[in-house]
């Protein structure tokens, strides 16, 4: 059965830093999120992509990040100068289209020091 | 504002016994309501999902409800297994294309 991948699995960064978190979207599928999860709390929505722009953002995803789909099969999402209250686990989704379940890859966890 | 409201925060169940978990939402507009299930460090991967109109789903020994006047869900599980051991969670997709989660209902089966 296929499924949404990212990489890494873990990513461990100091404060300022650049990351860049990678996600393979179920190939199929033309909308593409992100959300993120900080330790203990819930899931929360980052971002929309579709036809090779944002759809929706929430109030997080501020100029600090970005999201780009480089090529046919990856999605990805920069966060330019890291911060402390960054460190989450970091979602991707994808779906066929917008109301259809989204299937969610199995995160990122970034801890920024 | 769009709030997904889920009681127990946490329950501990035997093995073989069934329990109902809880959501309350106050999202709109209401376009479907999931529920998820997410084992500790991956991802939510979808167990049920109902429109306006869908009193019930099931899917194998999971069944959720839902009355989209009182907007109160909830989800059974039947014959708990140790696999069950998760945190579930209500998903309220609202507008478009937008989800509100709840915190999740925290289980955990014990033989």
């Known amino acids: 059965e296929p499924e949404v991948t990212q990489t890494p699995s873990h990513q461990v960064t100091q404060m300022g830093q650049e990351v860049i978190l990678r996600c393979v979207p179920i190939?199929?599928?033309?909308?593409f999120y992100w959300y993120r999860q900080i330790l203990g709390q819930k899931v929360e929505f980052l971002v929309s992509f579709y036809n090779n722009e944002i759809s929706e953002k929430s109030e997080i995803f501020d100029d600090q990040f970005s999201v780009e789909r480089p090529d046919g099969s990856n999605f990805t999402l920069k966060i330019r100068s890291t911060k402390l209250e960054d460190s989450a686990m970091y979602f991707c989704?994808?779906?066929?289209?917008?109301?259809?379940?989204?299937?969610f890859g199995p995160g990122t966890r970034l801890l920024v020091l | 504002k769009n709030q997904v409201e889920q009681s127990p925060q946490s329950l501990i169940i035997l093995e073989g016994k069934n329990c109902t978990l809880q959501?309350?939402?106050?999202?709109?507009?209401?376009?479907?309501l999931r529920w998820y299930k997410q084992d500790t460090g991956r991802g939510p991967v979808s167990l049920t999902i109902?429109?306006?109109?869908?009193n019930t789903k099931s899917n194998g020994r999971y069944t959720a409800t839902l009355d989209a006047d009182t907007k109160q869900s909830s989800l059974h599980i039947t014959a708990s297994q140790l696999s069950d051991s998760a945190s579930y969670i209500c998903v309220v997709l609202h507008g478009n294309n937008r989800l509100a989660f709840g915190k999740g209902n925290q289980v955990v089966v014990i033989p």
């Open positions: 109902m429109t306006f109109s869908e």
């Open positions: 190939s199929n599928h033309l909308y």
């Open positions: 989704a994808s779906s066929r289209a917008p109301g259809e379940t989204q299937y």
């Open positions: 959501c309350n939402y106050t999202v709109s507009p209401f376009s479907n």
